[in-house]
Every structure is written in C-alpha cells, then in structure tokens.
C-alpha cells in the first residue's frame, strides 16, 4: 500500500494538466495573486499535446502545431512569454494522392495537369449536382462535404485522410466537426473556386493563410517558459502526478483533489477552484459525489483518437522543405509526413540529417496503437520508402505517443456532452472545464488558452463573467455577464 499523505496542500485553485489551458490558467491567476497548484501526469514535459519531445538533438512536435489567433488576448501572451522567441514561417504543405504531389492550397494549372481533363470534368460536373439536389438535412461528414464540394472531390481530397484520421467511415462522423473545421480549412472550396472562376476568389480563410508563427525550439519553448514563470512566481508545478478523484464539499464549498505522485504515493490538493483540463470523460467517472447514472453512462460513450509520430532520422539533406505532406493515398497507413527542420532550422542540431515525422492516427484498441515501437519505427521505415522511393531501413528514430489526441465527434456526441454538463452543473460550482479534452472540443491551442483566459476571469471575479463554451462554437463569444473585454477568435483553423 502506498503511504497517503497527512497533511493537504491548500490553494486558491488547483489545476490538472499543464498543457496550453492548465498553464495558461495558472499563469494568469498566479499573476493576479492567486496560489495555484497544477497537476500534471506527465513526469518530463509540460505543454500536453503542445509539448516538444527531445530525442537525440532533435526536436519533435507532436503534430506540428502552426501559431495563429485572431485572438488579441492570445496574441499578446504569447509575446509576453517569448518576447524574441518567434519566427515567422512560411507556410509549405503538399497532398500525396495517386503518386503525385499536390500544391496545397490546390494550384488550378497544376491540379488540372495532374488530375487530367476527364476527372476535372467529373468533379465539375458532380459538384454542380451536388450544389443543384443537395442531400436534405446533412447529419453527417460525408453530407456536409458532399453538398458542399460534390461526391467526386469529397472522395479525392476528404474521405480517404478524413477516415485516417478518425478510423471511422464519414458516415459515422458529425456534421458539426465538417462545418467548425471545414468553414475554413477548405480544400474542396479552393478547388471548386479554381475549378469556378465564376466563384470568385476563394476567401482568406485561415487555414490557408500563407504564413504563421513558431516558436523557434517549438511550441514547448513556450509552455516550459509559461511554466517558468509560474514557479518563479511562487506557483507550483507538480510533474509526474496523475490526479485520480475530485471530491465536492457543498458546505465548504472547497474541492479535495487526490493524486498519486511519480513515486506511487497518494497525495492530495485542497482548492476553492478546479481548474479541469483532463478528459470530461476522466473526470466525470472519478468525481465524488458520483455523478448520476445517465451522465455516467453519456461519459462512457465519449470516445478519443490516439496519435503517434514515428521519428526517422535520416543522414543527408531534407528530400522536401515542406512543413508537412498529407499523404491522402489508402495504401499508405501514415496520415501525414512531417518534416521539423521546416519548422524552424532549431528544432535539429545540424544539416547533416533529416528528422521526419511519420504521422499514425490510430484507436487504443488497434494494432496500429497496441504495436510495440520497433515494430512502428519499420513500419514508418517501409511506408517512407514506399512514398519517398528511399531506403532508409537503417534509419534511427524514436515514437512519440499521444494518447486522447482527439475528441471524436460521433454523431451522438452532443447529447452526451449536454447530459454531463447539466449534471456538472446542478452538483457542482467553483468548477471551470477547459481546454480540448476538458470540453471535448475540437479546441486549437489558441481556443484552448481563450477558455482558459475565460475561467481565470470567472474565477477572479468570483462569478460566471464568461462562459467558455462559446469558445470555438461559432465566430461569436457568448458573454454571460458585463466586463468582457476578451476579443473573440473567429472560427479559426
Ligand atoms: C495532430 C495535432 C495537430 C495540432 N495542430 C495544432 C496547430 O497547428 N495549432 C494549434 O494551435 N493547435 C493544434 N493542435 C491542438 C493543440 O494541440 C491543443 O489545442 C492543445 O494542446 C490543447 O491544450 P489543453 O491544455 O486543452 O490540452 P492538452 O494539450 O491535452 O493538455 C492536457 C494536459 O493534462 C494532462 N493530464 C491529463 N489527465 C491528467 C490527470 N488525470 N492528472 C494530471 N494531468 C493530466 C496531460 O498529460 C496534458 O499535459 C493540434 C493537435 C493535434 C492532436
């Protein structure tokens, strides 16, 4: 039996995770004179899904995390934290589909040459169709982009990386996730308007913006110096402490988080505030009192994607400057092929290699995920030869894992999520749910840090100011209350 400790840390709020919106929680509270205790599972790395794994020199970000807010807030905390640490990129990505490599954004000419004249005309032709008899009431992905784009280019440019990434048929998926990720990361649409002058030119949207901020040693520069300053600031940080259960006093009314430290031992935080940006599913199926049976049963149904790199480091100069390539071909299991390099010349010791990142999207219960990493490094090792035509057999590498990479949006998951959250609300107060996972949202680190910056407010005015599951649900923040002043983000990428 592990010992418990006797004697609880008491602070203005204890925060789990110290991801993008558990720092940025902290930091702001910390800096209005609040004590925060943030609790984090991970023993090395802060910055969660946003974090930069070290291996060998090289830097890894896990998925590539490009930096863009409309979001003035956002903007200007991230230039507190790294007053000199941006570079501006510009943005370099391709699609591999049928052996060929697409510009993306989709360059008309070379679209045109490489699809050939008689696929044009299909897509054409299925996208008039579409746009002419629309399918009534679009419930899901494979609706909402056919109607959109026409069947041809929804199965060219969406179906095949689309079920990649989610290990589901399209016709499984919501609509919701097509129409928050879709209004602007528009392929179908930059193709159509190619295809269409007729259209227009196609929007500024921001997926497509041409360039984009980066922290020069990766998005975990930014975090490890947001963590920094929190401890500088008289806040802890505890690494390697999973919290296991949040318990409620009414009376108090005080939550009493337990969490079982990097040595086993059980510890626990006392906070009027909880800060959660641990999975809603976690929480609900550990938070006392118990919630009841339909909002139990509504967690259980929330489901995740898992995500892994495999890192190939391979000797000689960068066969792409690409920042990534999405690989949209069926026979290849990667999603995409990143090249850090790209990113910033910082995130590799030298020129003399190449650090790539084979991208896996994968299920906790598949092969794909459950296979050990020697066996995901050849894979990564085949499946590059097989793209690139480069044997890098001999290749070192590691595999960075990221477990819960991505809320699913399945087609009940509205209903579930409404259920859990009347019942948060009716048992609970003094709670603030942020972050991606915390709200399964479909948050960018931008959204993230907003709902964050939005619980700090309600926290430090002591009643609900904003409410942040406005956040990312459409072009607008919902206020509840007056002094607001947070600019809103318009649906981003
Ligand atoms: C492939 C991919 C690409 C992306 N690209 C971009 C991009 O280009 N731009 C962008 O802005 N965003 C991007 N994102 C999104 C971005 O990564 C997230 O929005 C952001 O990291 C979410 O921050 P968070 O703090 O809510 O959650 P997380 O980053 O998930 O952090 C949560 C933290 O909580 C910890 N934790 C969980 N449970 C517990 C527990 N019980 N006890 C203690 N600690 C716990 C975790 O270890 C983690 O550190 C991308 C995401 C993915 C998956």
Same mark, same amino acid.
């Given at each position: 039996?592990?010992?418990?400790?006797?004697?609880?840390?008491?602070?203005?709020?204890?925060?789990?995770?110290?991801?993008?919106?558990?720092?940025?929680?902290?930091?702001?509270?910390?800096?209005?004179?609040?004590?925060?205790?943030?609790?984090?599972?991970?023993?090395?790395?802060?910055?969660?899904?946003?974090?930069?794994v070290?291996y060998?020199?090289y830097?890894i970000d896990v998925g590539g995390?490009?930096?863009?807010?409309?979001?003035?807030?956002?903007?200007?905390?991230?230039?507190?934290?790294?007053?000199?640490?941006?570079?501006?990129?510009?943005?370099?990505s391709?699609?591999y589909?049928?052996?060929?490599? *697409?510009?993306?954004?989709?360059?008309?000419?070379?679209?045109?040459?490489?699809?050939?004249?008689?696929?044009?005309?299909?897509?054409?032709?299925?996208?008039?169709?579409?746009?002419?008899?629309?399918?009534?009431?679009?419930?899901?992905?494979?609706?909402?982009?056919?109607?959109?784009?026409?069947?041809?280019?929804?199965?060219?440019?969406?179906?095949?990386y689309?079920?990649k990434v989610?290990?589901?048929?399209?016709?499984?998926?919501?609509?919701?996730?097509?129409?928050?990720?879709?209004?602007?990361?528009?392929?179908?649409?930059?193709?159509?308007?190619?295809?269409?002058?007729?259209?227009?030119?196609?929007?500024?949207?921001?997926?497509?913006?041409?360039?984009?901020? *980066?922290?020069?040693?990766?998005?975990?520069?930014?975090?490890?110096?947001?963590?920094?300053?929190?401890?500088?600031?008289?806040?802890?940080?505890?690494?390697?402490?999973?919290?296991?259960?949040?318990?409620?006093?009414?009376?108090?009314?005080?939550?009493?988080?337990?969490?079982?430290?990097?040595?086993?031992?059980?510890?626990?935080?006392?906070?009027?505030?909880?800060?959660?940006?641990?999975?809603?599913?976690?929480?609900?199926?550990?938070?006392?009192?118990?919630?009841?049976?339909?909002?139990?049963?509504?967690?259980?149904?929330?489901?995740?994607?898992n995500f892994f790199a495999a890192a190939l480091v391979v000797?000689?100069?960068a066969l792409f400057?690409d920042q990534w390539i999405y690989v949209h071909e069926?026979g290849v299991k990667a999603g995409r092929v990143q090249n850090y390099r790209s990113?910033?010349?910082?995130?590799?010791?030298?020129?003399?290699?190449t650090c790539y990142g084979l991208e896996y999207f994968c299920?906790?219960?598949?092969?794909l995920w459950?296979m050990?990493d020697a066996d995901a490094l050849d894979l990564a090792r085949r499946e590059f030869k097989a793209i690139f035509g480069k044997d890098v057999s001999?290749a070192d590498g590691c595999v960075v894992r990221q477990?819960?990479a991505?809320?699913? *949006?399945?087609?009940?998951?509205?209903?579930?999520?409404?259920?859990?959250?009347?019942?948060?609300?009716?048992?609970?107060?003094?709670?603030?749910?942020?972050?991606?996972?915390?709200?399964?949202?479909?948050?960018?680190?931008?959204?993230?840090?907003?709902?964050?910056?939005?619980?700090?407010?309600?926290?430090?005015?002591?009643?609900?100011?904003?409410?942040?599951?406005?956040?990312?649900?459409?072009?607008?923040?919902?206020?509840?209350?007056?002094?607001?002043?947070?600019?809103?983000?318009?649906?981003?990428?």
């Amino acid at each position: 039996m592990p010992p418990t400790s006797v004697s609880p840390d008491a602070v203005d709020a204890v925060i789990v995770g110290a991801g993008p919106a558990g720092l940025t929680a902290g930091y702001l509270l910390q800096k209005a004179g609040r004590t925060v205790l943030i609790l984090e599972s991970d023993p090395t790395y802060v910055g969660g899904i946003s974090r930069t794994v070290s291996y060998k020199g090289y830097r890894i970000d896990v998925g590539g995390h490009r930096f863009f807010s409309k979001s003035v807030e956002v903007n200007r905390l991230w230039d507190e934290l790294l007053p000199d640490g941006f570079i501006e990129r510009d943005r370099l990505s391709r699609i591999y589909y049928g052996g060929q490599y *697409y510009s993306y954004p989709l360059k008309p000419g070379e679209a045109l040459r490489k699809l050939g004249a008689r696929e044009i005309a299909r897509c054409l032709a299925s996208y008039l169709k579409a746009r002419a008899f629309p399918r009534a009431a679009p419930a899901t992905f494979e609706d909402w982009v056919v109607n959109q784009f026409g069947e041809r280019l929804y199965r060219i440019f969406f179906k095949t990386y689309t079920e990649k990434v989610w290990g589901m048929d399209c016709r499984s998926i919501s609509a919701d996730w097509a129409a928050q990720r879709i209004k602007t990361f528009s392929l179908g649409k930059a193709v159509a308007h190619a295809l269409l002058p007729s259209l227009g030119p196609a929007s500024p949207i921001t997926t497509l913006l041409r360039s984009f901020k *980066y922290p020069r040693r990766g998005p975990g520069m930014l975090w490890e110096e947001c963590a920094r300053r929190i401890v500088a600031g008289g806040g802890s940080i505890r690494m390697g402490c999973r919290a296991t259960r949040f318990e409620y006093s009414k009376q108090a009314p005080r939550w009493l988080v337990e969490y079982r430290d990097g040595g086993g031992a059980i510890r626990h935080a006392r906070g009027r505030h909880l800060v959660s940006s641990l999975a809603l599913k976690d929480l609900v199926r550990h938070a006392s009192p118990a919630m009841p049976p339909a909002a139990a049963a509504a967690a259980d149904r929330l489901e995740y994607r898992n995500f892994f790199a495999a890192a190939l480091v391979v000797p000689g100069p960068a066969l792409f400057d690409d920042q990534w390539i999405y690989v949209h071909e069926p026979g290849v299991k990667a999603g995409r092929v990143q090249n850090y390099r790209s990113w910033s010349p910082d995130m590799a010791p030298g020129p003399e290699a190449t650090c790539y990142g084979l991208e896996y999207f994968c299920s906790a219960t598949d092969e794909l995920w459950r296979m050990s990493d020697a066996d995901a490094l050849d894979l990564a090792r085949r499946e590059f030869k097989a793209i690139f035509g480069k044997d890098v057999s001999a290749a070192d590498g590691c595999v960075v894992r990221q477990p819960r990479a991505y809320p699913v *949006y399945s087609l009940d998951y509205q209903t579930s999520l409404a259920a859990i959250r009347s019942a948060l609300d009716e048992n609970f107060t003094h709670l603030h749910l942020v972050g991606r996972n915390g709200m399964h949202r479909y948050n960018n680190q931008d959204h993230s840090m907003v709902t964050a910056m939005f619980a700090a407010a309600n926290i430090l005015a002591d009643r609900q100011l904003f409410d942040p599951w406005g956040v990312n649900s459409d072009a607008q923040y919902h206020e509840s209350g007056h002094g607001g002043r947070l600019a809103p983000i318009a649906v981003a990428t």
